[in-house]
């Protein structure tokens, strides 16, 4: 189960940090994601941590501004958002799988765990 916290409102230029918690398994036994999805929009990936703390960020606009991190002794992960921009503007969802096999990271597809998502406006 995930739980996903830390989203608000911010002006451009900005920062926050999204928290996901884990309950159960560890979150290194995970590929966990970050999503967001703004209004009419398709979902799109953010950013994905493979479970070995390697990190990938599958969203051009993001590379450099974004960073995705790990606890495991919190069994939580983090986004941590830089610069934001209006075009941030989301709900922002984490989600876990336990393997990297089947799942698509720009989609989430084949994700099976998902928090319940946390709003990002980002003001110009």
């Known amino acids: 189960q995930l739980q996903a916290s830390g989203g608000g409102l911010v002006q451009a230029g900005g920062s926050l940090r999204l928290s996901c918690a884990a309950s159960g398994r560890s979150v290194s036994s995970y590929t966990t994601g970050w999503f967001r999805q703004a209004p009419g929009k398709e979902r799109e990936g953010v950013a994905v941590?493979?479970?070995?703390?390697?990190?990938?960020y599958p969203a051009d606009t993001v590379q450099g501004r974004f960073t995705m991190s790990r606890d495991n002794t919190k069994n939580t992960v983090y986004l941590q958002m830089n610069r934001l921009k209006p075009e941030d503007t989301a709900v922002y969802y984490c989600a876990a799988s336990p393997s990297r096999d089947c799942i698509d990271y720009r989609t989430g597809a084949g994700f099976r765990s998902w928090g319940q998502g946390t709003q990002v406006t980002v003001s110009s």
């Open positions: 941590d493979w479970g070995d703390g390697a990190t990938y």
